[in-house]
């Protein structure tokens, strides 16, 4: 939907409080949009999570001109892809016509099995891969006359159509074509170990040697093209991160000692994720991950899920700065390791970028989901997601399991609303939910759970003084509280009169949305408080901050990141070693206890919680 209307946005006078029809027309089309798919998918009983891109822009230029819009619907022509052939004989002028639909094979996930290495060769020499299917033989001359050639191959997937299909892959490749596919610069050949499920005996081997131009298995590198920092500062918080400007930043912090910038996947459209590990100096070339884990707290943070949310990207980077140039940040590495991840969402965030350079004042939430309209995490637990991207913070906790996990968000900076249906802004459904996003009510926390564990009574401790902490930090930036407390009591004085949608909360002088009741158990798993005993989204009013504002917002958030850095590097933590001897065998364990206490607090000492609050 592309608009010109010349209608102009006026700043009240009032904080960040814009009056906005332009802005207004933008979040009706974006939501009443995907209302329309949310009602289309529950008519025909199905969800349409993913319609795609919805992407109203409007240019505010052309004033005194009448106004234009241009509305293009684009779509796939099919569902999946399907080979189609037009043969030509000299006997008849009409081609004869073969279509093969391209459905996904039902086929197990092939396993490997195998890798062939040899002394003072470079690379693999064979990657060896395991495919169990059900039959050996095609069937297709069997029941040609009953099915389709695609049904009928899915029906009885075999071996010998696989072979087939990698016999014409090799082809391609030697034709020049698909030369990436199942082909890589540092393994020479790929096996495929046929198996049949119910066939303990059969195996056939087929092997795809590799191609000419085979897919590079280099990730991506970033670099600074020769800079050296000059003492200067080097994370601007005036305007919000584009992607390159990201790039650009990593890749100085990248040339300090003990930070390690690395690429972690290509978003939906192609775009790249980028995650920093920050360490003290050191010579090692190699270092042990489950050390690290083992001796030191890990703090992650990773931002700009919904990318129109954008100040999480600044105040991340700048983190990222002070621990490399500023000294009283730079010793809390000796104790802490610090893994940064400034984009999350990186298709969302170069859409939000592009359209906030026209519309400054906007909120722009066609920048929030990813590229399909929905989240961009979605699907980051399960094996093959439909955004690459939402593996990316998986793959962080896997390798860190991290003592302390921000995730830092953001909402409208002034008030949000759709005028043209509804006024109630945020209307995705036929169910519209209270309106609790409509005028920024300052920094807070959505939602803090907590774990009332009588066998692990230390982590409701740990939890409450981390917590403490930050409420600490964000109250004692003057800046910051005076924002808080201003925006807080007009969110207050219009929302009091819904009598019953307003509830409040406080920890010490902090909003904070708290669980009435803590959970029962530190649970299990990679994302539970066992690894992770202390993680938090956190709602920073930046939909678009920019100037000033956007400094204060960098301010509070890294007021609170830094109160939680503060945490680790303060905190007592016990390395424990065990050795074991049984037949003979001697077993020795290093291990670190979580959680992290406060200096001075005995294991089984905490307080009482949740503690007196304000
Ligand atoms: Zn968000």
Known sequence: MDLRLSEPDYRIGVDEETI????????????????????????????????GRVLPFVDPSGAGKPGKARLSLTGKERGSPKLVVRRWTPESPEPKLQEYELTPLPVEDPGLVGATLADGEEGIRQLMVRVTVPDSLDRYEEFAARSSESGIDREFLNVEILEGMLRSLQNLHEAGLMEEALSWDRVQELALDFRLEKDSIYQKTAVLPRSRNPKST??????????????????????????????????????????????????????????????????????????????????????????????????????????????????????????????????????????????????????????????????????D??????????????????????????????????????????????????????????????????VEDEENPDYGTAQFAILDSMAAAMTGNQDVDALNRRVYARYKKYGEQERDGFTEYFHNGMVVSM????????????????????????????????????????????????????????????????????????????????????????????????????
Do not use: C
């Open 515 to 614: 669980r009435l009741r803590g959970t029962e158990s530190i649970g299990t798993g990679l994302n539970s408080p066992r690894i992770t005993y202390f993680s938090i989204t956190s709602e920073a009013p930046d939909e678009t901050a920019r100037g000033n504002y956007m400094d204060l917002m960098g301010q509070a958030g890294l007021a609170h990141t830094t109160s939680a850095l503060r945490y680790l590097a303060n905190g007592e933590f016990k390395v424990e070693r065990e050795a074991e001897a049984f037949d003979d065998v001697v077993t020795r364990r290093l291990f670190r206890v979580k959680p992290g206490l406060p200096p001075g607090v005995e294991k089984g000492e905490g307080g009482v919680f949740p503690p007196e609050t304000l």
């Open 385 to 450: 997601p439909i955004y690459p991207e939402s593996k990316a913070r998986e793959m962080i906790r896997e390798a860190w399991l991290p003592d302390i996990y921000l995730n830092p968000h953001g909402y409208p900076s002034h008030e949000w609303v759709q005028y043209f249906a509804g006024y109630s802004a945020w209307a995705r459904g036929r169910r519209v939910g209270p309106r609790t996003w409509w005028v920024p009510r300052g920094w807070f926390i959505p939602g803090f759970s907590w």
């Open 218 to 383: 280099d990730n991506p590198r970033l670099t600074a093209g020769g800079w050296t920092h000059g003492g200067e500062a080097m994370v601007q918080w005036d305007t919000p991160i584009s992607l390159e400007e990201n790039e650009a930043l990593l890749g100085k912090l990248g040339t300090f000692p003990g930070v390690d910038v690395y690429y972690l996947t290509n978003s939906f459209l192609g775009n790249r994720v980028w995650a920093a590990d920050f360490l003290p100096p050191h010579d090692a070339k190699y270092v042990s991950q489950a050390k690290l884990n083992a001796l030191k707290p890990t703090l992650f943070v990773s931002g700009r899920e919904h990318a129109n949310e954008v100040s999480s990207t600044s105040h991340i980077l700048k983190l990222g700065e002070l621990l490399v140039t500023d000294s009283s940040y730079r010793e809390m590495l000796n104790k802490v390791n610090v893994v940064l991840h400034p984009i999350t969402n990186p298709d969302g965030a170069a859409l939000a970028y592009a359209r906030q350079l026209v519309n400054p004042d906007h909120m722009l939430h066609a920048g929030r989901p990813g590229a399909l309209g929905s989240d961009a995490t979605t699907g980051g637990s399960t094996d």
């Open 20 to 51: 906005s029809s332009l802005e207004a027309l933008h979040e009706d089309l974006y939501f009443e949009t995907h209302t329309l798919f949310t009602l289309l998918g529950g008519r025909y009983q199905t969800s349409l999570s993913n319609p």
